[in-house]
């Protein structure tokens, strides 16, 4: 699976974007995304989660009201719908997927770095007036 993350750009605090995961390679069907993000000095965090087992969704307390992940099978794509969103927000934002389907998935950036084997490239989010 090779993961194209998708969307970033610039944007004023209280607007909205949608970043995109796909896969340049196979089907995200069945497989778990998660969301990661890292600010400039900063540790990478988990945003936000999709599990391949049985679809459930988590969220950073930082984010949960604003931000949706939702999967498009049609055409192959995960989706992080961000809304209100806030200048903490600027990041380089990641997806990423286990190396097998049907799994859970994490927002624990420790556990993230053993439970995804596939990352992809990034994007980047700057909210500033």
């Known amino acids: 699976v090779q993961l194209q993350a998708s969307g970033g750009g610039l944007v004023q605090p209280g607007g909205s974007l949608r970043l995109s995961c796909a896969a340049s390679e196979g089907s995200l069907a069945n497989y778990a995304i998660g969301w990661f993000r890292q600010a400039p000095g900063k540790e990478r965090e988990g945003v936000s989660c999709l599990s391949g087992s049985d679809g459930r969704r988590y969220y950073a307390d930082s984010v949960k009201g604003r931000f949706t992940i939702s999967r498009d099978n049609d055409n192959n794509v995960v989706y992080l719908e961000m809304n209100n969103l806030k200048p903490e927000d600027t990041a380089v934002y990641y997806c990423?997927?286990?190396?097998?389907?049907?799994?859970?998935?994490?927002?624990?950036?420790?556990?993230?770095?053993?439970?995804?084997?596939?990352w992809g490239q990034g994007t980047l989010v700057t909210v500033s007036s």
């Open positions: 990423a997927a286990p190396r097998h389907p049907l799994s859970g998935c994490t927002i624990s950036n420790e556990h993230g770095r053993s439970w995804y084997a596939y």
